[in-house]
């Protein structure tokens, strides 16, 4: 079966830009995620699918960060504007189910100057 | 909410010898804990994972204890090879509920050297 795509795989933008990030989780995974990945860290989630609805996102920045999961299916997360502290690995991840284990994208690395 | 921590941050080891790394939760709800390995500039792939019901699990060289009364797992790779080196995290996620998400531990990088 075909993994979970991301696109951009890189991106590099100006703070205060704009910027958005796209997933396709895996064929049939009603769950997906959004984490962020600090250089040397271990991935933090931002917000969490049950097909459309966005059952987490206590720790989605409201105020710059959107993410939308429309049909249940492909996702797009958005920065708007971006900040130096936004330079990270934005990784998606899908379950079948949310007690199902997590297969990650391949993530696309931000870099804001 | 839960809380993962995970030592060595650094584990150096010859070929042929054994790793073993550990993590500490502390949210007695959780009830399953999975190890991803991630190598430079790669996706986390799931390697193994345990569940509550049971304390140990093996898979080849890889094999994974759980103490539920102590709070902690860990993770043992035996005869490494320089394959196994990479970064390797672990998780912990309570089973059900709306708050249920699934929280790293930090990372080991493990250098497996000739």
């Known amino acids: 079966e075909a993994g979970v795509v991301q696109s951009p795989r890189y991106k590099i933008i100006e703070k205060k830009q704009p910027v958005a990030f796209w997933c396709n989780p895996i064929s049939g995974h009603n769950t997906l995620y959004w984490y962020r990945q600090n250089l040397g860290q271990g991935p933090e989630l931002l917000i969490r699918?049950?097909?459309?609805?966005?059952?987490?996102d206590s720790q989605l920045p409201k105020d710059r960060f959107s993410a939308e999961r429309l049909k249940g299916v492909d996702s797009t997360l958005k920065i708007q504007p971006a900040e130096l502290g936004d330079s990270a690995v934005y990784l998606c991840a899908s379950s079948a189910r949310q007690s199902s284990p997590l297969h990650f994208g391949n993530g696309t690395r931000l870099t804001v100057t | 909410g839960e809380n993962v921590e995970q030592h060595p941050s650094t584990l150096s080891v010859q070929e042929g010898d054994s790793a073993v790394i550990k993590c500490t939760y502390s949210?007695?709800?959780?009830?399953?804990f999975p190890w991803y390995k991630q190598e430079l500039g790669k996706r986390p792939q799931l390697i193994i994972d345990?569940?509550?019901?049971?304390g140990e699990k093996k898979d080849q060289r890889i094999a994974v204890t759980l103490n539920k009364t102590a709070k902690h797992f860990s993770l043992h790779i035996t005869e490494t090879q320089p394959e196994d080196s990479a970064v390797y995290f672990c998780a912990a996620r309570p089973f059900t509920g709306t708050a249920s998400k699934l929280t790293f531990g930090t990372g080991t990088r493990l250098q497996v050297t000739l």
């Open positions: 699918y049950e097909n459309e609805e966005a059952v987490d």
């Open positions: 949210d007695s709800a959780s009830n399953y």
């Open positions: 345990i569940r509550s019901n049971v």
